[in-house]
């Protein structure tokens, strides 16, 4: 059997390492022929000598370092900001694993749908603001999306084999991040160290702030809509802290599968990298007699009002998830650089969600017009 080909766009951030991993386990069954990545060349440099890829894109000062070196000069070095989309579209391409977070994923993800590609999103900004479009493109041209956000893996996987008309909601679980069982009175005196401390996932900081403000879930609820062609009304956020179960699906007759499986993204990956078929993964079996309990709550709206604004945006559509999408990644990054305070990201994105005009059934342009305005907008609101 001819080896998988794959891209992972994003390869040293937590996605890629752990795609990496995976892959590690079956090198007779895939090829890794890209990689991609910012700032972290050392990192690169070391998966480049393991894996061999025939391409690389990487940003500015990586671009020269790479050049510079003979050892590597069979290897196509590219511009991370220029030419991801050739990347995806290299005829030899069979996957393509979208770690990298940001809108700046929605143009690969794009190209890589119109070249039929398999496409393996962990990515969760494309899916949020342009979900419409990449459903409808991935459907002309027959590629696959397989998602790799384990909520999203666990509603996919429970929908495998079954009739879509028959299904009738949603349980999006939800861990409830770090700030689960803090009083809201006290989140503005928490460090960022101790807002990035999730209980269950190790991810990256966006979205462990994410996380805490539910503004995640709030992503999730959006992406489940266009991913599965649900009405908002149909999907319910429940609270389940052991982060167990991934999610769950209900049918007509009032039955409900569920997705189960330890709290490890490789999971997820190696699913969309082998579907249909399952392999040994080596990865921990649950001990039901030792986790004991399973428990859920619902989300406290009032605490979490990013949560409550995101079904709102999520049902009003157009180009709102768009502004919401790029004011959270404006505020939170001014929080994590100690320029807002936690419950400033939330009154920044209200805000600017507020402030916006909304283009229903939008066209890329205003989708990315809309990005645009929403961080000049945000910038002016935390900055002034
Ligand atoms: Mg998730």
Same mark, same amino acid.
């Given at each position: ?7 992972? =766009?994003?390869? #040293? ?58 050892? =590597? ?36 993800? %794009?190209?890589?749908?119109?070249? /039929? ?26 590629? !696959? ?11 996919? @996987?429970?929908? $495998?084999?079954?009739?879509?008309? @028959? ?8 861990? /409830? ?64 802290? $052991? ?23 490789? =999971? ?26 399973? #428990? ?18 999520? !049902? ?13 990644? $404006?505020?939170?990054?001014?929080? %994590?650089?100690?320029? =807002?305070?936690?419950? /400033? ?22 989708? %990315? ?5 929403? !961080? ?9």
């Amino acid at each position: 059997m001819p080896r998988k080909q794959v891209v992972i =766009l994003g390869s #040293t951030g937590s996605i890629g390492i752990n795609t990496l991993k995976v892959i590690d386990r079956f090198p007779d069954r895939f090829k890794v022929v890209g990689l991609t990545a910012y700032h972290n060349i050392r990192l690169l440099e070391e998966q480049i000598r393991k894996y061999q890829p025939t391409h690389v894109a990487v940003a500015d000062e990586g671009v020269k370092y790479f050049k510079r070196h003979a050892s =590597l000069r069979k290897i196509k070095i590219w511009d991370v900001h220029h030419d991801l989309e050739d990347l995806v579209s290299l005829p030899a391409v069979d996957v393509v694993v979208i770690g990298m977070r940001g809108s700046a994923a929605l143009a690969p993800f %794009l190209k890589a749908v119109r070249c /039929g590609k398999t496409v393996a999103p962990a990515n969760k900004e494309a899916l949020v603001i342009a979900g419409d479009i990449l459903m409808q493109e991935a459907r002309k041209h027959e590629a !696959r999306i397989i998602p790799v956000d384990s909520e999203q893996s666990a509603i996919f @996987q429970c929908l $495998e084999g079954q009739k879509r008309e @028959q299904l009738k909601k949603i349980y999006l679980t939800a861990s /409830g991040g770090a700030l689960n069982n803090v009083p809201q009175t006290k989140f503005d005196q928490l460090s960022v160290k101790q807002i990035l401390d999730h209980p269950r996932w190790k991810m990256g900081k966006k979205i462990t702030v994410d996380s805490a403000t539910l503004m995640n879930k709030g992503f999730e609820v959006i992406e489940a809509t266009r991913l599965f062609g649900l009405r908002v009304e149909d999907i319910e956020v429940v609270i389940h802290p $052991e982060a167990i179960i991934h999610s769950m699906v209900g049918f007509k007759d009032g039955s409900i599968l569920a997705q189960l499986g330890v709290t490890d993204m490789r =999971l997820p990956i190696q699913y969309a990298l082998t579907y249909p078929d399952r392999w040994e993964s080596g990865l921990a079996q649950i001990d039901f007699a030792q986790l004991g309990t399973l #428990t859920f709550k619902k989300p406290d709206f009032k605490k979490f009002p990013a949560l409550a604004l995101a079904f709102d945006v999520a !049902r009003r559509g157009g180009t709102l998830p768009a502004v919401l999408n790029a004011a959270d990644e $404006e505020a939170v990054e001014a929080f %994590l650089n100690g320029q =807002l305070k936690f419950s /400033g990201i939330y009154r920044t994105v209200e805000k600017v969600v507020k402030n916006h005009k909304n283009t229903a059934r939008p066209k890329l342009s205003d989708i %990315l017009s809309a990005d645009v305005w929403a !961080r000049e907008e945000a910038k002016r609101f935390i900055y002034n």
